[in-house]
């Protein structure tokens, strides 16, 4: 036990040499930060940092320490760019974002597009966000939609963007990157699925379901249970109107109470989603940089390529700012092998220091950084 406490004894006058160290490493690196924003440089010099690792791993006894050292200063260097992130933003040196803030979305007297035709979910969704006097517009797919937003045909579109259940909803990720437009809001609907078929039809003589993939998932458990094939189509309400017009009794869809009551179906059965809690988060977006006054979430996109400890690195300037990271997605890039884009959503207010700080480290150290949104 003596040489148990002795040995801590030790290591507590070693950490606080290493504090000490560190401290005035950092105040150094200060004076180096001041040099680059008075000349112009930018923070981030990577070649340099790989080139002084490299020397200081030499000095190691072997591949262990050789790890632990990298580790460590790739961690001492963030810190100092971290802190000139910092500086820069105290100096009122980082660009604006270019977000206007207004008090509230006008929900009323505007033209909101959604995918889908009457009956589907978004149609539900827009109706139940939006005012009574809207008028409501609809296209085949999501990107005709967002086409209408970037276009200025229509002030809003509202498209689902992750189900509790089925997970994200890629296409319209994609698309956000994709289009000059912009998250304003987020506004959740709960999902109830049911089986339906033609006037007359019976649970017992169905063998073939349609419906919108993520419906399908949904409800797989209960088509696998009743031994259904299943047949993909662009949408719940779509797949409800395509059943209305056959006249096979052995087909069915996989739709909403609402959708089997426009198109005059029979409800064979309701609830076969297998969530009980089965939710679609949508999303509002428009064209402009504009955000509500007490928007509370940001969501942002960027690109990193695929090498060890790259996505940490951007990552921790969001925790290094004590914001709180909500969501986070990866899909590749296309046409660049190997490279990936992020999408990460956390919690905080655009024009706070430390989300202005957070989004210049991501800034300087990945590749084509977009705010999707402010809501």
């Not at 070649?47 to 190691?60: D, G, M, N, Q, V």
Request: include cysteine; charged fraction near 25%; aromatic fraction near 10%.
């Amino acid at each position: 036990m003596d040489k148990l406490l002795e040995c801590r004894e030790q290591i507590d006058k070693i950490d606080n040499q290493i504090l000490d160290l560190f401290l005035e490493r950092m105040r150094v690196c200060y004076d180096v930060a001041e040099y680059k924003i008075e000349h112009g440089k930018p923070v981030l010099d990577r070649s340099r940092e790989l080139s002084k690792i490299e020397t200081l791993k030499k000095k190691a006894p072997d591949k262990f320490f050789e790890l632990g050292i990298s580790e460590l200063f790739e961690q001492i260097m963030a810190m100092s760019r971290k802190m000139q992130y910092n500086l820069l933003n105290s100096k009122g040196m980082i660009e604006s974002l270019g977000f206007e803030e207004i008090r509230h979305i006008p929900k009323s007297n505007v033209k909101v597009v959604y995918q889908g035709i009457p009956g589907a979910y978004s149609s539900q969704a827009a109706r139940a966000y939006f005012e009574d006097d809207v008028e409501l517009v609809h296209t085949h797919s999501f990107r005709g939609a967002v086409e209408k937003v970037k276009n200025g045909e229509v002030d809003y579109a509202i498209l689902p963007y992750e189900n509790s259940s089925a997970g994200i909803v890629a296409d319209v990720y994609d698309l956000l990157v994709e289009y000059d437009t912009y998250i304003l809001d987020t506004f959740e609907i709960k999902i109830d699925h049911c089986l339906c078929g033609l006037k007359g039809s019976k649970l017992e003589d169905i063998k073939e379901v349609y419906s919108h993939p993520q419906a399908l998932m949904q409800s797989n458990e209960y088509i696998q249970k009743h031994g259904f094939d299943s047949y993909n189509m662009a949408n719940t309400a779509i797949s409800a109107k395509y059943i209305s017009e056959q006249t096979d009794m052995t087909r069915a869809c996989i739709c909403s109470e609402e959708a089997a009551n426009i198109y005059g179906l029979e409800i064979l059965e309701k609830g076969v989603n297998f969530a009980n809690q089965n939710a679609t988060k949508f999303i509002i977006i428009n064209n402009q940089k504009i955000t509500r006054r007490y928007a509370d979430l940001v969501c942002i996109s960027f690109e990193m390529p695929h090498e060890s400890g790259s996505l940490y690195q951007v990552l921790s300037h969001i925790i290094f700012n004590n914001l709180n990271m909500t969501g986070i997605q990866s899909r590749p890039v296309p046409d660049q092998k190997w490279e990936y884009r992020f999408y990460v959503e956390f919690e905080g207010k655009l024009t706070s220091e430390a989300v202005l700080n957070a989004l210049n480290g991501v800034k300087q150290e990945s590749k084509n950084l977009k705010i999707l949104g402010s809501y």
